[in-house]
């Protein structure tokens, strides 16, 4: 097994974004060599999910990349991005003893499937590069970075606090990025997104036969961040017979498997992050304070949006550019997003009660309907936003469409992608349909706000493997209305992968 150590003090360019059914970490690679990829802890890099081989495939890290197939059981798939960047295929290694030996070349931002596992081939720091993701402009926020960045070093656990959408998960990757701990898995855990039934046994792992159905043992989540860091956003939501569980691995630095005899020891830093004040919870009984206290290593509160609106600018602007690359790849449109001075005015004096999360919502929106001339007013609709009483379905979701689907195609995951592409075609062509200088009108806009709205469902359920109540919190939606919107769009029921 190559020693973790050693990929990353090679300095590979590279890294791996592994994506499963209920975890996702990053893996650094070294700079030449080949590295394998499977389910047993003696593989290289472990990609636990149990549609994994044991010894699934190897990437050889060349010149020139390449992944082959290790006669995995549910086969090796690759979506590789031509240089267009604006199309792409899916290409089947193949699976078995006749797939031993077979391998087709990659390039960064290729997405391998391993069974129904994704990993994503990217340059080191992807998507997440702190000079991409994180604006500071705001003297409060900056405080707050600062402290993060001195307080990352040590091992004691942060509690971060803010308003929904206020930016806990950017600052938790910010501190894992500033830590010793960068090389090694950041573990994203949702305290409302599993039941509690779920919760115990994906935390803290089974052995085999501990209930019905756990065929085989299964390590938790929290021992695959080993050497990492748990990012538990919500930690308010938590239900209390996981709390203590969660309070004894904190001070014990042991997990106890479902069904286990023997504790398994980890070593993990734990970032918490909340909307509520832990402080009242803990006084009316709903939060247990020796509990809190073991997260309240060092608390970061971060201001809402509201009282920095410095930042509202720079991250408009931040948020208009990436939304017109995705609904318009390739165009000239897509490359420079101009938000008009009294757009940005109206930007800066809303309020946002749904802080950054909402702000990037208005401006999803306002691109599609500004359909590639500079942003103004009347594109962003707030104050309609801010009424209760509009009906819901003409307010975009709050979910990042993503670019690859998240299982080996299915007959329900291949339905749902022709649903999806259906749905993006028709976004820019519904208010492109409109003469130059012709207002489309109410229906043709909310057609192309429910076609938009209609995809982020599908992308949704793709991204969760049909798990609906994972897709509505991931869609910031209650799973009700997700089942309704499903219904009302006529989309196929999901299957869970």
Not at 68 to 75: A, C, K, M, V
Not at 227 to 254: C, N, W, Y
Request: a neutral charge.
């Amino acid at each position: 097994m190559a020693d973790p150590e050693i990929l990353s003090r090679d300095g590979g360019s590279l890294e791996l974004l592994i994506i499963t059914q209920s975890s996702m970490s990053t893996r650094q690679l070294p700079g030449s060599g080949s590295v394998v990829l499977g389910r047993d802890e003696d593989a290289d890099i472990c990609v636990p999910d149990s549609s994994v081989s044991r010894r699934h495939a190897a990437l050889h890290l060349g010149p020139p990349l390449r992944i082959e197939d290790l006669g995995s059981s549910n086969g090796t798939r690759v979506r590789a991005r031509h240089c267009s960047a604006a199309t792409e295929r899916l290409i089947d290694v193949g699976k078995g003893a006749s797939a031993r030996g077979a391998a087709v070349e990659l390039s960064p931002g290729d997405v391998i499937y391993l069974g129904a596992a994704r990993v994503v081939l990217r340059q080191k720091g992807g998507e997440r590069d702190a000079g991409k993701d994180v604006i500071v402009k705001d003297d409060a926020m900056r405080a707050v970075y600062e402290l993060a960045e001195r307080v990352a070093k040590g091992p004691i656990n942060i509690l971060l606090l803010g308003e929904t959408g206020a930016g806990k998960e950017v600052l938790a990757e910010s501190i894992h990025r500033a830590s010793p701990r960068a090389s090694r898995p950041l573990l994203r855990l949702s305290c409302v997104a599993l039941s509690e039934s779920l919760l115990e046994s994906e935390l803290f792992g089974h052995e085999r036969g501990a209930f019905t159905g756990a065929v085989r043992a299964k390590p938790g989540l929290l021992e695959t961040a080993e050497g990492g860091t748990v990012f538990l956003d919500e930690i308010g939501e938590l239900p209390p017979s996981i709390q203590a569980k969660l309070l004894r691995v904190i001070e014990e630095r042991k997990v106890m498997r479902v069904g286990g005899l023997t504790p398994i020891k980890i070593d993990v830093r734990f970032v918490a992050a909340t909307h509520r004040d832990l402080e009242a919870e803990v006084s009316r009984g709903a939060f247990r304070q020796d509990l809190y206290f073991r997260l309240n290593g060092v608390t970061l509160v971060i201001p809402p949006l509201r009282e920095r609106p410095g930042e509202v600018a720079a991250l408009a602007q931040l948020f208009a550019e990436r939304t017109a690359k995705e609904l318009f790849p390739g165009e000239a449109s897509a490359l420079a997003v101009p938000i008009s001075p009294a757009a940005l005015a109206g930007l800066q004096r809303h309020s946002w009660p749904g802080n950054i999360r909402e702000l990037r919502n208005v401006i999803e929106r306002a691109v599609i309907l500004a359909n590639g001339a500079p942003i103004e007013p009347e594109h962003l609709l707030l104050s309609p936003l801010a009424d209760p009483t509009r009906p819901s379905h003409a307010v975009p979701l709050p979910v990042r469409p993503p670019q690859a689907p998240a299982s080996a195609p299915s007959d329900t995951s291949a339905a749902a992608s022709a649903n999806a592409s259906a749905s993006a075609r028709s976004v820019p062509d519904v208010a492109k349909s409109a003469p130059d200088g012709v207002d489309p009108g109410p229906t043709r806009l909310r057609d192309a706000m429910e076609a938009h709205e209609r995809e982020r469902i599908v992308q949704a359920l793709e991204q969760c493997m049909g798990n609906q109540t994972r897709a509505a919190a991931l869609l910031g939606i209650s799973r009700r209305t997700l089942v309704e919107r499903i219904r009302v769009y006529g989309l196929p029921r999901p299957r869970k992968a």
